[in-house]
């Protein structure tokens, strides 16, 4: 297994990154903006810093799995930060161990760059965030409306 940022990605790489993530969470809001998507993953989350990307490739440089790392997430919350997030493993890898080595190497690149708190909120996988060491601290409205579960690991 091998772990890329977003930065050293090929554009075709990155350019799938993208249609996955898009073409799966449009479903969930369907106000999302391709143009967006697009400007996040090519320009933000291209860093060597907060913000920043990864992706988890397999032996035969498919790729496997992605996340990002950002200093803002939810509007509502400006005072939490340094955040886990967009985090998705293909179907077909789930349940094979891979989303935890993605996590785990993440938190080690945050670890370098000084920081020892994450947080994360979800809908969808609380378990798998429990499972991995995170620490469930309260309800939190997203940004689209309803409500996640928000969760902190130190690192």
Same mark, same amino acid.
Request: glycine share 8%.
């Given at each position: 297994?091998?772990?890329?940022?977003?930065?050293?990605?090929?554009?075709?790489?990155?350019?799938?990154?993208?249609?996955?993530?898009?073409?799966?969470?449009?479903?969930?809001?369907? @106000?999302?903006? @391709?143009?967006?998507?697009?400007? $996040?993953?090519?320009?933000?989350?291209?860093?060597?810093?907060?913000?920043?990307?990864?992706?988890?490739?397999?032996?035969?440089?498919?790729?496997? +799995?992605?996340?990002?790392? @950002? %200093?803002?997430?939810?509007? #509502?919350?400006?005072? %939490?930060?340094?955040?886990?997030?967009?985090?998705?493993?293909?179907?077909?890898?789930?349940?094979?161990?891979? +989303?935890?080595?993605?996590?785990?190497? +993440?938190?080690?690149?945050?670890?370098?760059? +000084?920081?020892?708190?994450?947080?994360?909120?979800?809908?969808?996988?609380?378990?798998?965030?429990? $499972?991995?060491?995170?620490?469930?601290?309260?309800?939190?409205?997203?940004?689209?409306?309803?409500?996640? @579960?928000?969760?902190?690991? #130190?690192?």
């Amino acid at each position: 297994m091998e772990i890329k940022r977003f930065s050293k990605l090929s554009k075709e790489e990155l350019n799938f990154i993208i249609d996955i993530h898009f073409n799966h969470w449009v479903k969930y809001n369907p @106000k999302m903006i @391709k143009d967006n998507t697009i400007y $996040k993953f090519s320009q933000l989350y291209t860093k060597n810093q907060l913000p920043f990307g990864i992706a988890l490739l397999d032996e035969n440089k498919n790729i496997v +799995g992605f996340c990002v790392f @950002k %200093i803002e997430n939810l509007k #509502k919350y400006p005072e %939490i930060y340094h955040w886990l997030s967009d985090v998705m493993i293909l179907e077909q890898y789930r349940g094979k161990g891979y +989303g935890k080595l993605l996590l785990y190497y +993440g938190e080690r690149i945050l670890k370098d760059l +000084g920081y020892d708190t994450i947080y994360v909120w979800t809908d969808q996988a609380p378990d798998f965030y429990k $499972k991995l060491g995170f620490i469930y601290k309260q309800e939190v409205e997203k940004n689209e409306g309803g409500y996640g @579960k928000l969760f902190y690991k #130190k690192i």
